[in-house]
C-alpha cells in the first residue's frame, strides 16, 4: 500500500502513513492529538485544520462554510490521506472564533472615538473655591455654583437636600478644593450647560477610574458590567440567577405573585438583592467601592423593570395588556435601592409593550439592526422570546412566552452556563460502535453536573437526529440503550452515569423536559412566522438573523435549525451577538448619542400582540413538532435525518 | 355751682352734672360705663369719646392725633365738663381700630385680582383618557401625558417614582377619569407649559378647596396659614411654640446642641413635630386632611431653616458666619419631612445671610418698602432683631440678636400672647390713690396668668415712668408698696398677686427679667443706630417706620420708646404690620409674581455684619439704659419723665 507523508507544520513534526489513513490518525500518530468532543462524527467541526499544501478526500465538510473550503480547510475526523500533505493546526482558540455560527462572544470594545468629554453625560471636574470671610460671606451651596460656572461651564445646577446636607462637611473637609461629579443634561450646541449634582468629594480626584454600571435584567439571569467612564473599558462583568427565580420561573407567575400582598415589595427586595450583590462582587474584583459608583443604565423586560421600581406590573398580565411606564423619567439610586452612590443617576431605557422591554430596545440598538440596509431579523431568547423584523426603515416586533427551559430553568437536570455545565453534545448514531451513547462538552473541563441552555438544545437535536426520539418527543423504548430507561417521572434518557459526574448522580433528560423545550422552541418559531406574515414576507427573506440573550451567546445554529427553534437558511446569515441587552444598556451609559437612538427605536418600533393575532396559536401547535409539521419548511433537516438513519 | 346736660347720643340718655365734672364719671352717672384699663390716668386711650358737638376742657391729650381732636375725640377720663354737649362713644372695636398706633392687625386679604390660573404655579385640572384595549396599548403613564397636553395644554411633566407607583391604580379607580395637580414651572409667553405632577385622585374634583399652607418659622412660634388655592382666602390660623424651645432659647444655642451628637437629627424632628401638629390642627378646623395639602411655602430665619432641612448649622454660628444655603431648590414634602401630600411642592424662601433669613425678604416684601418711594425702616422682632433699611432704590439689612425675651420666653412669668396673657399694662405714679398699683388688660378676660411681649415692654416703661426703677433698672427700694420685694432672684416687682391669677402664684417681674429685655432692646436699637450710619443717615431722616413680627403686631410704641427701643419721632410714621414672614410666605404661595419679587429682594439686598462692625459694641453698651444715655434721642421720653415725677 503506498504511503505519503504529512508534514504538520506547527509542530514541525512529521510522519509516513498509508494511503487511507484519516487525518485526524496521523495526527495521533505524530503525537498531536485533535479534539473530537463529538466522537469523530464530523458533527462538531472541533477537528478543523488546514491542509496548506496537497488535498485529502473530504467525506464530509459540515460545518465549514465555501470559504473556509477554498482555503484548505478540512475536518480531519473525515479527511481521508490519499497524497503527501502538509497541515497547519490552528490554535484551539482560533477555532472557536472561526466557528462563527458555533459560538461567538462578541468582545466587548470600547466603542471608537470615545471621548468622556463629549459622549458622556456625566462629567468629572475639579474645583478649586474661594474659602469664605467676613468680605465673602457667600453661602457654601452659591460658592460651588459659582466655581462650577466659573470654572466648567455649568450654568445651572440640580440638587437635591441629601446632597446639600453634606456639601458643607465637603467643602470644609477638602479645605475648599473638591471635586464635583455632574450629570449634563441635554444641551443644545451654544446653549449654556444644566446638570444635577451627583457627587461632591474633598480633593482633588480625576485621575482615578470613574465607576458606572450597566444592568440588564432578566427573568433568570441579571448581568452587570462595571464600567470606568473615564477610559469606557467594562472592567469587571458578573451575573447571577435573580434571585426572584424561586418566586416562580416566568414572567406571569412573577406578576401573580407580585400581586399577592406583600408580594410587590418582596419582588422588588428579591432582585434588588441581586443587583446588589452584583454590585458588591464587580467592585470587589477591581477594590472599588458600591459607593463610587456614581450612574447605572439599565434593561430589563418591562416585568423586570417594573418589578424592580414597584411599580404594579398586574396590567401586564391581564388584557389589554399594558405597562404602567414604557419611558420613566432618570432616577436616583436611593430612589430604586441601588447600594451605590444615593445620588447615582438611574436611567431605565425606554421599552415599547408589555412583553418587548428596553432589553430589546437595547439589544436592537446594540444589534446595529436599526441603522442596517439589510432585511433583519433579530431574536432575544430568554426567559421571553422576543423578536423584531425590519431594518433602517421600519421595525415591528412581537413577544412570545419561550418560559425559562433555555435558560437551563424548569429542566430536571438545567443549570445556568457556569462551570460543571454540559455546553455541547453529541450522541453515536445506531450504526456507531457504541451506539446511542453520548459524547459531551462540560465548561471548565470538570465532570458534569447539568446541562445548559445550549446543552439542552443540543441534547434534543441529537436525540431526535440518531432516532431516540420521534418527530413529536416520544421516546422509542426499543432500542438497545441502556441509557433510555423507566425514570421517577416517565421516560428519560440518562446523558450521564453517577460515577462520571461532579455530584454523583445521574444527569438525566425527561420526557417533560422535552415538553418543555418543545414549548419554548415553538413559542419563538411561531413568532418567527406571525411577525413575517403580518408585514407580508416570508421568512426566508430575512437577509441576516441576529441572535442576542445570554442564552443566544452559547446557540449551536445546526441543532437550533434542526429541532426547528430557528428557521432554515444558510448558515451565514446567522449572527450570535451574545446579551444584546447589556450591550445597549453598556452603549447607552457611555454615549448620549446611543442612548437617544434607543429612545429613537423605542418610538419607531411597531408592537404586534400575537394573542391579538388569530394565527398565532395554530402556528404554535404546528412548530410543537421536531422540527416542525411541515418539514419542507426545513430542507437540510430532511437531509441530516436521511443522512443519520 | 352751674349745671351742664350731657347727652349721649349712641344711648338715648341725658344725664345733668356740675360744672367741672369729668365726662368720664357722667357717663357711669348714664350707666354707661366706660373702659379705663389705666385707671383713669389718660394713658391708655380706650375711654377715648367723640364729642359731637359743645366742647370740654381736655386735661390731656396723650394718644389722640390731631386728626382725632379736630373730629372731636377726647379722652372721656381727662375731660372736664364746662358747657352742656352731646357725646357719641363710639363701640369699642372700634376704638380699638382707631388706636392705629397702638395695635393694629392687619386683616388678611385676597390679593386684589387674585386668579389661580394665572397667579399660581399650582393648577389643578379634571383629565378624560380613553381607556386601554388591544388596539391601543399605550402604557398609563404616556396615556396620561397625553391627555395633559390635549387637556390642559401641558407639554413636559416631571414626575416621581412615588407617583408612577400609584399610578395605575388610581387611573384604574377612577375608571379612566382623573384630577390632576400639576406645579407649572417658569414658563415664558407663547411656550409650551412644563410642570411636576403633584397629586392624582380618581374622579374629578374641581370645585373642591386646593390646600396649600403658608409658614413661618420663628425662634419662638410657629405659624401656619392653611390657604384655599382656589379663592385665594386664608381659611385657618394656628401657631404654636416651636418645639425646639426646649433645647435652647435662641439660634445660637439651638445650633450649639444640634451640633452635638443626634443633636441636628432630634432639633429637625422637633420643629417638624411643630409643624406638622400645626397641620392638623388647622386642617381639623376647616375639616380637611393634611395629606390634601399639595403645596407649602416656608419663611423663617436661615438657623431654622437650616435646622428643618438638616442642613448644617455649624458655619452660621462660626466666624465668618456663613449660611450652606440661601437660595434652595424647590423640594418635596416627603424630602422635608412634612407630613402632608409627599409630593407637595415644598417652596423655602431665599434669605440672603446667616441672621438675616427668607423671614426678612418675605416681610420686606409683605412690608412693601421694596416698591417703597420714602425712605423706609423695616424691623421684624422676634427671638433675633432683623432691621432694614432702604426703599425702592437700595436696602441694607442687619440682624441683633435679641433673644427670646419680647417672645415671653426666658423670662420669669413671661408667655405667649394667648388667653391669659397681660399685654398691657398702666402702673399709677406715687401720687395717685393707690400708687404703684398696677392695672392690665389680659388677653381673654380671664384672671392672668403672665406677661406676653406686649405687656413686658409695657411694664418696664411704666416702672421706669413711675420711678419705681432707675434708668439702669435698678429698683428703688425706698418706695412704700408691698409690690417691691426681695424675691428667691433679688428684687421683684408683683404684678398680679397670687388670688387675682389663673394660676394662683404670684405674678412677677424680677430684676433678671428686666436685663434680659434691656439686652434685647439695646441690641434692636444699636442696630437701627448702626445701619442708618453706615450708609450715612440719621435715624430721623426714616419717612416710616414698618414693624413686623409676632411681638410687632401688639406694640405699643409709646412705650416701645419710652424704654429706648424704637427711634423717638412722631407716633405716625411707625406702621405695624403683624407677622410679615407668613404674610410674605402667603404672599409667593398665592402668587408666581410675588415669589420672583422676593427672589430679587433678597439678590438686591445688601447684608452689613455687625460682629464685623466695630461701632455696634458702642452703641449697644449706650442703649442698654432707659431709654437710652443720650436723653436727647428721646425728647418726648424727657418730657414725659418730666410730667410724670
Redesign the interface.
Given at each position: 500500500m503506498a504511503e505519503h507523508t504529512v508534514t504538520f507544520d506547527t509542530h514541525a513534526t512529521t510522519v509516513r502513513v498509508p494511503t487511507g489513513t484519516l487525518l485526524v490518525d496521523a495526527a495521533r500518530l505524530a503525537g498531536i492529538p485533535l479534539s473530537q468532543p463529538c466522537g469523530g462524527q464530523g458533527r462538531c467541526g472541533r477537528c478543523a485544520v488546514q491542509v496548506t499544501s496537497g488535498s485529502v478526500r473530504s467525506r464530509s465538510t459540515l460545518r465549514l462554510n465555501s470559504e473556509d473550503i477554498a482555503s484548505g480547510y478540512t475536518l480531519a475526523c473525515q479527511s481521508v490521506i490519499e497524497g503527501n500533505i502538509n497541515v497547519t493546526i490552528p490554535p484551539q482558540d482560533k477555532i472557536e472564533r472561526r466557528l462563527t455560527t458555533d459560538r461567538t462572544v462578541a468582545e466587548v470594545t470600547v466603542p471608537p472615538g470615545y471621548d468622556p468629554g463629549q459622549s458622556q453625560t456625566i462629567r468629572r471636574v475639579f474645583l478649586s473655591l474661594a474659602p469664605?470671610?467676613?468680605d465673602?460671606?457667600?453661602?457654601?451651596?452659591?460658592r460651588l455654583q459659582t466655581a462650577l460656572r466659573n470654572q466648567a461651564g455649568i450654568s445651572s445646577l440640580?440638587?437635591?437636600?441629601r446632597m446639600?446636607?453634606q456639601?458643607?462637611?465637603v467643602l470644609?473637609e477638602g479645605e475648599w478644593q473638591v471635586t464635583a461629579v455632574i450629570d449634563i443634561a441635554e444641551a443644545k450646541p451654544g446653549q449654556a450647560l444644566e446638570g444635577r449634582l451627583v457627587a461632591l468629594t474633598p480633593g482633588r480626584h480625576v485621575d482615578e477610574p470613574l465607576w458606572g454600571a450597566a444592568v440588564d435584567i432578566g427573568t433568570t439571569t441579571v448581568t452587570l458590567w462595571l464600567v470606568d467612564l473615564a477610559s469606557g473599558t467594562v472592567r469587571a462583568q458578573a451575573s447571577e440567577y435573580n434571585q426572584q427565580i424561586n418566586r416562580g420561573e416566568d414572567v406571569v407567575s412573577r406578576i401573580i405573585y407580585a400581586s399577592k400582598n406583600g408580594g410587590a415589595a418582596e419582588m422588588r427586595s428579591l432582585v434588588l438583592g441581586t443587583i446588589n450583590g452584583l454590585f458588591q462582587t464587580a467592585c470587589k474584583r477591581v477594590k472599588a467601592n458600591p459607593a463610587e459608583v456614581i450612574k447605572a443604565t439599565i434593561a430589563g423586560n418591562s416585568t423586570m423593570t417594573h418589578l424592580l421600581?414597584?411599580?404594579?406590573a398586574?396590567?401586564i398580565r391581564l388584557?389589554?395588556?399594558?405597562?404602567?411606564?414604557?419611558?420613566?423619567?432618570l432616577?436616583t439610586a436611593a430612589?430604586?435601592g441601588l447600594e451605590i452612590h444615593p445620588e447615582a443617576t438611574v436611567d431605565c431605557l425606554p421599552g415599547i409593550?408589555?412583553y418587548v422591554g428596553s432589553d430589546i430596545t437595547a439589544g436592537v440598538y446594540s444589534s446595529g439592526m436599526d441603522d442596517a440596509e439589510k432585511l433583519t431579523l433579530f431574536m432575544d431568547v430568554g426567559t421571553n422570546g422576543e423578536i423584531v423584523l425590519g431594518s433602517h426603515e421600519w421595525l415591528i416586533s412581537c413577544a412570545c412566552s419561550a418560559g425559562p427551559a433555555f435558560e437551563g430553568a424548569g429542566v430536571s437536570d438545567g443549570m445556568r452556563a457556569t462551570s460543571g455545565a454540559i455546553e455541547e453534545i453529541w450522541i453515536a448514531g445506531r450504526e456507531a460502535a457504541a451506539p446511542y451513547e453520548p459524547n459531551f462538552r462540560v465548561i471548565g473541563n470538570v465532570p458534569p453536573v447539568g446541562l445548559c441552555g445550549s446543552g439542552l438544545l443540543a441534547l434534543l437535536a441529537e436525540l431526535f437526529l440518531t432516532g431516540i426520539i420521534d418527530k413529536g418527543g416520544n421516546f422509542h423504548t426499543s432500542l438497545s440503550t441502556p441509557r433510555v430507561r423507566q425514570g421517577d417521572h416517565g421516560l428519560e434518557y440518562v446523558v450521564a452515569w453517577a460515577k462520571e459526574t461532579g455530584h454523583g448522580r445521574d444527569i438525566v433528560f425527561t420526557r417533560t423536559d422535552i415538553d418543555n423545550l418543545l414549548r419554548a422552541k415553538a413559542a419563538i418559531y411561531a413568532g418567527f412566522s406571525v411577525l413575517a406574515t403580518s408585514v407580508g414576507l416570508s421568512l426566508d427573506m430575512a437577509e441576516q438573523v441576529l441572535i442576542g440573550g445570554s442564552f443566544g451567546k452559547y446557540i449551536n445554529v445546526e441543532k437550533a435549525v434542526q429541532i426547528g427553534l430557528l428557521p432554515d437558511m444558510p448558515w451565514d446569515r446567522f449572527s450570535f451577538l451574545g446579551n444584546t441587552s447589556v450591550k445597549g444598556a453598556y452603549n447607552a451609559l457611555l454615549d448620549r448619542e446611543a442612548r437617544k437612538k434607543i429612545t429613537d427605536i423605542a418610538s419607531r418600533m411597531t408592537?404586534l400582540?400575537l394573542?391579538?393575532d388569530n394565527s398565532f396559536y395554530e402556528s404554535f401547535m404546528s412548530a410543537l413538532f421536531l422540527p416542525h409539521t411541515d418539514l419542507s419548511r426545513f430542507p437540510s433537516v430532511a437531509l441530516a435525518i436521511e443522512n443519520e438513519r
Amino acid at each position: 500500500m503506498a504511503e505519503h507523508t504529512v508534514t504538520f507544520d506547527t509542530h514541525a513534526t512529521t510522519v509516513r502513513v498509508p494511503t487511507g489513513t484519516l487525518l485526524v490518525d496521523a495526527a495521533r500518530l505524530a503525537g498531536i492529538p485533535l479534539s473530537q468532543p463529538c466522537g469523530g462524527q464530523g458533527r462538531c467541526g472541533r477537528c478543523a485544520v488546514q491542509v496548506t499544501s496537497g488535498s485529502v478526500r473530504s467525506r464530509s465538510t459540515l460545518r465549514l462554510n465555501s470559504e473556509d473550503i477554498a482555503s484548505g480547510y478540512t475536518l480531519a475526523c473525515q479527511s481521508v490521506i490519499e497524497g503527501n500533505i502538509n497541515v497547519t493546526i490552528p490554535p484551539q482558540d482560533k477555532i472557536e472564533r472561526r466557528l462563527t455560527t458555533d459560538r461567538t462572544v462578541a468582545e466587548v470594545t470600547v466603542p471608537p472615538g470615545y471621548d468622556p468629554g463629549q459622549s458622556q453625560t456625566i462629567r468629572r471636574v475639579f474645583l478649586s473655591l474661594a474659602p469664605p470671610s467676613l468680605d465673602d460671606q457667600t453661602d457654601d451651596w452659591s460658592r460651588l455654583q459659582t466655581a462650577l460656572r466659573n470654572q466648567a461651564g455649568i450654568s445651572s445646577l440640580q440638587v437635591s437636600l441629601r446632597m446639600l446636607q453634606q456639601l458643607g462637611a465637603v467643602l470644609r473637609e477638602g479645605e475648599w478644593q473638591v471635586t464635583a461629579v455632574i450629570d449634563i443634561a441635554e444641551a443644545k450646541p451654544g446653549q449654556a450647560l444644566e446638570g444635577r449634582l451627583v457627587a461632591l468629594t474633598p480633593g482633588r480626584h480625576v485621575d482615578e477610574p470613574l465607576w458606572g454600571a450597566a444592568v440588564d435584567i432578566g427573568t433568570t439571569t441579571v448581568t452587570l458590567w462595571l464600567v470606568d467612564l473615564a477610559s469606557g473599558t467594562v472592567r469587571a462583568q458578573a451575573s447571577e440567577y435573580n434571585q426572584q427565580i424561586n418566586r416562580g420561573e416566568d414572567v406571569v407567575s412573577r406578576i401573580i405573585y407580585a400581586s399577592k400582598n406583600g408580594g410587590a415589595a418582596e419582588m422588588r427586595s428579591l432582585v434588588l438583592g441581586t443587583i446588589n450583590g452584583l454590585f458588591q462582587t464587580a467592585c470587589k474584583r477591581v477594590k472599588a467601592n458600591p459607593a463610587e459608583v456614581i450612574k447605572a443604565t439599565i434593561a430589563g423586560n418591562s416585568t423586570m423593570t417594573h418589578l424592580l421600581l414597584g411599580l404594579p406590573a398586574q396590567s401586564i398580565r391581564l388584557a389589554p395588556f399594558v405597562t404602567g411606564v414604557n419611558q420613566l423619567p432618570l432616577l436616583t439610586a436611593a430612589e430604586v435601592g441601588l447600594e451605590i452612590h444615593p445620588e447615582a443617576t438611574v436611567d431605565c431605557l425606554p421599552g415599547i409593550a408589555s412583553y418587548v422591554g428596553s432589553d430589546i430596545t437595547a439589544g436592537v440598538y446594540s444589534s446595529g439592526m436599526d441603522d442596517a440596509e439589510k432585511l433583519t431579523l433579530f431574536m432575544d431568547v430568554g426567559t421571553n422570546g422576543e423578536i423584531v423584523l425590519g431594518s433602517h426603515e421600519w421595525l415591528i416586533s412581537c413577544a412570545c412566552s419561550a418560559g425559562p427551559a433555555f435558560e437551563g430553568a424548569g429542566v430536571s437536570d438545567g443549570m445556568r452556563a457556569t462551570s460543571g455545565a454540559i455546553e455541547e453534545i453529541w450522541i453515536a448514531g445506531r450504526e456507531a460502535a457504541a451506539p446511542y451513547e453520548p459524547n459531551f462538552r462540560v465548561i471548565g473541563n470538570v465532570p458534569p453536573v447539568g446541562l445548559c441552555g445550549s446543552g439542552l438544545l443540543a441534547l434534543l437535536a441529537e436525540l431526535f437526529l440518531t432516532g431516540i426520539i420521534d418527530k413529536g418527543g416520544n421516546f422509542h423504548t426499543s432500542l438497545s440503550t441502556p441509557r433510555v430507561r423507566q425514570g421517577d417521572h416517565g421516560l428519560e434518557y440518562v446523558v450521564a452515569w453517577a460515577k462520571e459526574t461532579g455530584h454523583g448522580r445521574d444527569i438525566v433528560f425527561t420526557r417533560t423536559d422535552i415538553d418543555n423545550l418543545l414549548r419554548a422552541k415553538a413559542a419563538i418559531y411561531a413568532g418567527f412566522s406571525v411577525l413575517a406574515t403580518s408585514v407580508g414576507l416570508s421568512l426566508d427573506m430575512a437577509e441576516q438573523v441576529l441572535i442576542g440573550g445570554s442564552f443566544g451567546k452559547y446557540i449551536n445554529v445546526e441543532k437550533a435549525v434542526q429541532i426547528g427553534l430557528l428557521p432554515d437558511m444558510p448558515w451565514d446569515r446567522f449572527s450570535f451577538l451574545g446579551n444584546t441587552s447589556v450591550k445597549g444598556a453598556y452603549n447607552a451609559l457611555l454615549d448620549r448619542e446611543a442612548r437617544k437612538k434607543i429612545t429613537d427605536i423605542a418610538s419607531r418600533m411597531t408592537y404586534l400582540e400575537l394573542s391579538a393575532d388569530n394565527s398565532f396559536y395554530e402556528s404554535f401547535m404546528s412548530a410543537l413538532f421536531l422540527p416542525h409539521t411541515d418539514l419542507s419548511r426545513f430542507p437540510s433537516v430532511a437531509l441530516a435525518i436521511e443522512n443519520e438513519r
